[in-house]
């Protein structure tokens, strides 16, 4: 079975603070895809990164980074020096490669960032 | 470029109606996924149609329905509405199926929040 765990349900940390955010997956699948998206209050996903299970490098985006252990099979997002703006709700995903391309989603952490 | 935009944005019926949810994908996308969110959850799979056809779909009753029409937009369709319906509604597109990447990088829309009462 294919599963997206976000422990952290919410998080709430003072501007400039740096924050990550935990993603734990389990699949049988050989190739996959994680993703990260941000869901602000309009409701709209926003797509911020993907990562194919090939791929174990790490990345630095700005202010924002990701950590991928296959090891572990966990996926990690860490803001620096967070802005209120960043203040949404954060989902980790998981697709496979082949068949249908449906995502599975973890149950999103609410990061509120107070000014 | 207009993104994926969805319509009715907001919606209240009763028990036991029919709801129809309608989705235009970004200009070029051929697919459209259906997600189900419900408060507090992460999005839940539907449907994913690719070139009119429906190429899968999620754990959910014959009540919900999709189509795709020849211009790539696309209906969610429930009938015999139950509160347990009650969701936001988000449709998503994508290039291909898979994207030529193999990807499938999915871009949302805003969503249709259904209220059933």
């Known amino acids: 079975a294919q599963k997206v765990t976000q422990a952290q349900t919410e998080i709430s940390v003072v501007e400039k603070e740096d924050v990550t955010l935990d993603c734990v997956y389990e699949?049988?699948?050989?190739?996959?895809?994680l993703f990260w998206y941000k869901q602000p209050p309009s409701g709209e996903l926003v797509f911020l990164i993907r990562?194919?299970?090939?791929?174990?490098q790490n990345e630095i985006s700005g202010r924002y980074s990701w950590n991928f252990q296959k090891s572990t099979s966990s996926f990690n997002f860490t803001i620096t020096a967070s802005q209120v703006v960043d203040s949404a709700v954060y989902f980790c995903?998981?697709?496979?490669?082949?068949?249908?391309?449906?995502?599975?989603f973890g149950t999103g952490t609410r990061l509120k960032v107070l000014a | 470029d207009a993104g994926v935009t969805q319509s009715p944005t907001h919606l209240i019926k009763t028990r036991g109606q029919h709801v129809t949810l309608r989705c235009s994908p970004i200009?070029?996308?051929?697919?459209v996924s259906w997600y189900q969110q419900v408060l507090g959850q992460g999005p839940q799979f539907i449907f994913q149609?690719?070139?009119?056809?429906?190429?899968g779909r999620g754990n959910f009753p014959d009540r919900f329905s999709a189509r795709q029409f020849p211009n790539y937009s696309s209906e969610l369709n429930v009938n015999a509405l139950l509160l347990g319906d009650s969701a936001l509604y988000l449709c998503?597109?994508?290039?291909?199926?898979?994207?030529?990447?193999?990807?499938?990088?999915?871009?949302f829309g805003a969503g249709s929040r259904l209220t059933v009462l």
């Open positions: 995903a998981l697709s496979p490669t082949s068949g249908t391309y449906k995502y599975i």
């Open positions: 998503a597109s994508s290039l291909g199926y898979p994207e030529p990447s193999g990807a499938n990088v999915l871009t």
């Open positions: 200009s070029g996308h051929k697919s």
């Open positions: 149609y690719y070139e009119k056809e429906e190429r």
């Open positions: 699949t049988r699948d050989t190739t996959y895809y």
């Open positions: 990562r194919n299970s090939f791929d174990e």
